[in-house]
């Protein structure tokens, strides 16, 4: 049984940096959970003497050069353009943190 | 009438000067003016940017300039495409005002081939559906029945070749994106091989499974884009450095003795209309030399249940640069940082896009790490495997591909898991990494349906030419 218990989704909520409502839930517990029960199928299989593929083309270790592009894909200027706030060519952040750190 | 023009019809027209650059773009911009209120194909429109483009191509012609196929001709470009100066939303609220200064790497080479790229597509938000509903700028319609789905998540770029609005377009196709909305609207749609085509600037999705590929109304000018499309970018470190064969002119070639599987775990359960228009292309192409050979490939079932592991797996991970800093959507309600990425997240993204980015965060978790995303890794390998071995009795697989007709807008938003299903057969190929086209093959209750030709890794050429004899031997 993989039914996601409303705190597993609240955790993975928080893990991934979504904001959910209390009132969506619920919701989420049932879907993800038959969605897990879904790929679950692949539990049948049982013990799987396989190498996991990661790169389906077998390309392996693709490196290049240590050194810096020749060419700026962006400017500094450009990139700024589309941050939400900026203050002296840096992007402007909220606090990261509180005076009052709760405990 | 330009309205009807093939790809190969217009380069034609183009080169002989029958007609010039900025008439074929100021009539696709026409059609998309009349049009493109009902079907909403377009996220955003370049009228001025096209019909610049133009002039300067007609230019260029004039003096004799030696020009490539795709200059002058007007493309729709999806809406995950990054376009220097040039809204890219990826249908998502979070992007909705996002520039880039860049242009992905299949946009530059269009822009330095002279193509006129008229503007950007609809499509399910970060390319997650199968109906081009999750679109923050509202569905798009087909065009072959206004109250029906074009399919997703490339519905835009399907949808706008379907109502002739461009004459090509490309796409990206993660587990069907190409393929299924080509067979939802009637249009030819190619998945290259992984690798075969760069990904530089296309905002990713599932990483070790996306790939770029085309919209067009004929099978030889799906072959004409690939060719120009295709090849390594050393900006793509998984492109692969193989030489590109010109797949238009490999076309025509008779396909005697060619074998074809029809493999059986793709048509358990299919409605039984759909059933018999495939098995109809699998008669015309017998009657041209094949030879039908029913194959079976025993991994079939599984390679769903991997692709909702891998895939949101590699979602949550690609999706985490979306944190309202940067670029893009930020919530005017945060307080601190960390409501800086929780409020711009939760307002920003859609349902659809948050149910993947947990089970993501889930199946890659510690402690359930082996159990879904190894072992789905693993099984992977046996899907490869089936291919591999199928590959070594015939040459191409002919499949249906989608086990549904286009349904109606809002009939499966409501249930994921339903919407899942409708890429039951074009997920497997993405997971083997293998090529595959879906070509127009009749129709059922006046709604087309899309035959797909799947072939070993590396072999366009090969289903490109099946596909191709089939579609001229249609009646």
Redesign the interface.
């Known amino acids: 049984m993989s039914k996601l218990s409303k705190e597993q989704v609240k955790n993975i909520a928080k893990l991934s940096r979504l904001g959910i409502k209390e009132s969506e839930i619920d919701k989420y517990s049932k879907e993800i959970s038959d969605i897990l029960t879904y790929v679950e199928q692949l539990n049948e299989l049982g013990v799987i003497c396989a190498e996991p593929v990661s790169q389906i083309t077998g390309l392996e270790s693709v490196t290049r050069e240590d050194a810096k592009y020749e060419q700026k894909i962006c400017s500094k200027e450009e990139l700024l353009k589309n941050a939400p706030e900026i203050k002296d060519d840096s992007i402007k952040v909220k606090p990261v943190f509180e005076e009052r750190e709760s405990i | 009438m330009l309205s009807k023009l093939s790809l190969s019809q217009a380069i034609e027209k183009l080169e002989s000067k029958e007609i010039s650059s900025e008439e074929l773009t100021r009539f696709s911009l026409s059609v998309i003016e009349n049009k493109d209120k009902d079907i909403n194909a377009f996220i955003t429109v370049l009228t001025d940017e096209a019909i610049d483009a133009a002039k300067i191509v007609d230019g260029k012609r004039l003096k004799g300039e030696k020009l490539s196929h795709l200059a002058g001709i007007p493309v729709g470009v999806k809406d995950n495409f990054s376009t220097k100066n040039v809204l890219t939303t990826a249908g998502s609220k979070i992007l909705s005002n996002?520039?880039p200064?860049?242009d992905s790497a299949i946009v530059k080479k269009l822009k330095n081939q002279h193509a006129i790229i008229i503007g950007k597509t609809n499509m399910d938000e970060f390319a997650m559906g199968s109906s081009t509903e999750s679109s923050f700028f509202g569905p798009t319609k087909n065009p072959r029945d206004l109250e029906r789905v074009p399919g997703g998540s490339s519905g835009g770029s399907a949808a706008a070749v379907a109502s002739d609005e461009v004459i090509y377009s490309l796409g990206s196709d993660t587990g069907g994106s190409i393929r299924q909305p080509a067979s939802f609207c009637g249009v030819v749609g190619l998945k290259p091989?992984?690798?075969r085509v760069s990904r530089w600037g296309l905002l990713a999705m599932g990483s070790?499974l996306d790939q770029i590929g085309p919209f067009t109304k004929t099978v030889k000018d799906s072959a004409i884009v690939l060719e120009n499309i295709a090849g390594a970018d050393?900006m793509d470190?998984?492109s692969?450095d193989r030489e590109v064969p010109e797949y238009s002119k490999m076309l025509g070639k008779s396909v005697k003795g060619i074998k074809i599987g029809i493999p059986k775990e793709y048509f358990e359960g299919l409605d039984k209309n759909i059933k018999e228009s495939v098995m109809e292309a699998a008669e015309i192409l017998a009657k041209e030399g094949a030879q039908i050979i029913d194959v079976s490939l025993p991994y079939t079932?599984?390679a769903l249940?991997?692709y909702?592991?891998i895939m949101p797996a590699e979602v949550?991970s690609n999706l985490?640069r979306y944190?309202?800093?940067?670029?893009?959507?930020?919530s005017k309600d945060?307080?601190?940082?960390?409501?800086?990425?929780?409020?711009s997240?939760?307002?920003g993204?859609g349902a659809e896009v948050?149910?993947r980015?947990?089970?993501?965060?889930?199946v890659l978790?510690s402690g359930y790490y082996d159990a879904?995303y190894?072992?789905?890794?693993?099984?992977?390998?046996?899907v490869?495997?089936d291919y591999d071995d199928v590959f070594s009795k015939v040459d191409v697989l002919l499949t249906p591909t989608s086990p549904v007709l286009p349904f109606k807008i809002g009939e499966k938003m409501t249930d994921?898991?339903s919407m899942?299903l409708a890429d039951i057969y074009t997920v497997p190929v993405n997971?083997?990494?293998v090529p595959a086209i879906s070509v127009p093959g009749g129709e059922v209750d006046n709604l087309p349906v899309g035959i797909q030709f799947i072939g070993p890794?590396w072999s366009e050429e090969k289903i490109l030419n099946v596909a191709y004899i089939f579609e001229n031997n249609r009646r």
């Open positions: 996002y520039i200064c860049f091989t992984y690798g070790s050393k470190s998984t692969v079932k599984y249940p991997v909702y592991i949550s985490s944190d309202g800093i940067k670029y893009g959507f930020c945060a307080e601190n940082l960390m409501e800086t990425y929780l409020k997240r939760e307002e993204f948050k149910r980015i947990m089970i993501g965060a889930y978790s879904y190894l072992r789905a890794q693993k099984v992977r390998a046996l490869k495997k994921p898991l899942y997971i083997a990494g890794q």
